[in-house]
Nanobody
């Protein structure tokens, strides 16, 4: 059975930083692309960042480029999302998910999802 778990969310002031972690049990993350998504109240879930199996292909949403960094430590079976210069509009529940196919930003291609971690940025 596969479980994906996000951690590291919290409350931070605008301009601050947080690092989210995504861990999995029942699945070796190094065999999958991993993506981060977020969903704000009343909005659809949207793509944030993705990293390929080897880490060679990384993609970001335009809204987070230059502020967020996705990385992976396959030895720890963990993927990270370092978020700097946070803005109130980054407030959302952040989810990570695994993608068994070619690297993609298409949310429909991701199969296993965590429960999410809340990120709140105050102004």
């Amino acid at each position: 059975q596969v479980h994906v778990v996000e951690s590291g969310g919290g409350l931070v002031q605008a301009g601050g930083s947080l690092r989210l972690s995504c861990a999995a049990s029942g699945r070796t993350l190094s065999n999958y692309n991993v993506g981060w998504f977020r969903q704000a109240p009343g909005k659809e879930r949207e793509f944030v960042a993705a990293v390929s199996r080897s880490g060679a292909i990384i993609t970001y949403a335009d809204s987070v480029k230059g502020r967020f960094t996705i990385s992976r430590d396959n030895a720890k079976n963990t993927v990270y999302l370092q978020m700097n210069s946070l803005k109130p509009e980054d407030t959302a529940v952040y989810y990570c998910a695994t993608d068994p196919g070619p690297p993609t930003t298409d949310i429909r291609r991701y199969d296993y999802w965590g429960q999410g971690t809340q990120v709140t940025v105050s102004s």
